[in-house]
């Protein structure tokens, strides 16, 4: 078992908690706040327990210096006090003199947010490579560690993974909360357990695929992923979106789950991807060379449904179809409402599928909605993750 936050005495110590921050921005306005709003039951107990909290945090990519001034944290530190109803003082760097004054200037139970830890990527990569010189200086400015940022987990950096070699350490409760939830249905006996998969590419997802198959009692594949599929099956997709590198992996998983997967039976089709032209639903046998598949079909969300009717736990990752635009975003609601009316133990992952989610109104209906895409994905293909790896042991 990790340690945890509560694990620790915060009174009048320096806590550097690493969130993660990275929103949304567009020309300095943050659009969509959920990461910082996740972040903030650990940073308020911190406060609360009258810790000199530290915050750190990435945002973006940083790889000119004209990247700095579209990254820095400043507008996050503005949201974050908002959110906190607390001054949050921000310090424009990441080493250096005034982050250390700063940081001794801090009395019990105020906050401060340094400057963008992917600054540190400009000169030799430092923090994404986990350069340990920066690890120990950071480390040098606190007396715990807390890593609270989930969605950073599987990146083994500086201010992940470097940080709590030098430093007490132990985890908040956005990553417990993940954590949590994932073995709570990975662990969980019940059967039948479903994954649905869906959206746009299959090379980022063999390996997902093959581990969660050899879980599960039945994989049913939607959106663009499944496009790939039918092509192994020589179905014609037309102009849609398909992964030719991958047909030979999905012709032999499905001859090696052939029981287990289902695929497409019908589509919604249309002549272009903007839902100008009209969304016709066809077989898949009928898919013309000018069209673009672009949801699944009505045949085919009844067959998923009647699936997920007898199903006990799913996880969802990726899309059925194109749901940013309304047209083809019925294939996605009607698994989205089955799994909600079953009352299937749903586990949702992936940035856009946790999004899609959202739009298409089923915010608080399922059992867990990750935060974090790439850290549950690494997560789900049983991969350790270095940002928790690193933590103390109780
Ligand atoms: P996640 O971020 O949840 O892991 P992906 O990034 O793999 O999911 O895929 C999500 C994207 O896939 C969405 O933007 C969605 O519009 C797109 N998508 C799903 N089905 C199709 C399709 N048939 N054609 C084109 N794009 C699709
Ligand atoms: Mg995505």
């Known amino acids: 078992m990790k340690k945890t936050i509560r ?51 990435h945002l973006g990519r940083v790889k000119e210096l004209a990247d700095k001034k579209l990254y820095t944290l400043q507008p996050i530190a503005k949201e974050l006090s908002n959110l906190l109803n607390k001054e949050v003082i921000f310090v424009p760097e990441t080493q250096g003199k005034k982050l250390e004054q700063a940081i001794l200037n801090l009395k019990d139970g105020e ?14 990569k430092k923090e994404s490579s986990c350069d340990l010189e920066l690890s120990k200086y950071w480390a040098s400015l606190g007396e715990l560690f807390i890593n609270d940022a989930y969605g950073s987990c599987h990146r083994a950096h500086a201010s992940v993974s470097g940080i709590p070699k030098y430093l007490d350490s132990g985890i908040g409760f956005l990553v417990s909360k993940e954590i949590k939830a994932l073995e709570g249905i990975l662990n969980d006996n019940t059967h039948p357990f479903v994954v649905i998969m869906g959206g746009k590419k299959i090379s980022d997802k063999i390996v997902l695929t093959e581990n969660l198959l050899k879980k599960c009692d039945i994989l049913l594949v939607g959106g663009g992923m499944s496009n790939t599929y039918l092509k192994a099956l020589n179905y ?8 030719p590198d991958n047909i030979d992996f999905c012709k032999s998983i499905l001859e090696k789950y052939s029981d287990k997967i ?16 009209e969304a016709i639903n066809k077989d898949v046998s009928l898919v013309e060379d000018d069209d673009y598949i672009l949801d699944i079909g009505e045949k085919t969300r009844k067959l998923f449904a009647e699936k997920l009717k007898e199903s006990k736990r799913a996880i969802v990752n990726g899309p059925m ?17 089955a799994l909600d009316n079953y009352k299937v133990k749903t586990l949702i992952g ?27 994905l690494e997560y789900l293909e049983g991969k350790m993750l270095p940002g928790i790896e690193a933590i103390d042991e109780k």
Do not use: Q, W
């Open 262 to 277: 289902f695929l497409p039976i019908d589509v919604v089709a249309s002549k272009s991807l903007d839902g100008e032209k």
């Open 350 to 376: 992936g940035g856009d599928t946790a999004f899609s989610v959202n739009k298409l109104g089923f915010k608080n209906k399922f059992y867990h909605v990750s935060t974090g895409g790439g850290a549950t």
């Open 111 to 124: 906050v401060l947010l340094m400057e963008n830890t992917r600054f540190e990527d400009l000169e030799g």
């Open 7 to 57: 694990d620790f005495d915060l009174r009048g110590k320096k806590v550097i908690i690493r969130c993660d921050l990275n929103v949304p921005i567009k020309d300095g306005v943050i659009t969509d706040n959920n990461r910082i709003v996740e972040s903030l039951p650990t940073i308020m107990y911190a406060i609360k327990n009258n810790a000199r909290v530290i915050l750190m945090s």
């Open 321 to 337: 179809g194109l749901f940013e635009i309304d047209a083809f975003s019925n294939g996605t609601k009607a698994i989205y409402e």
């Open 236 to 243: 014609n997709v037309g102009l849609s979106i398909y992964d």
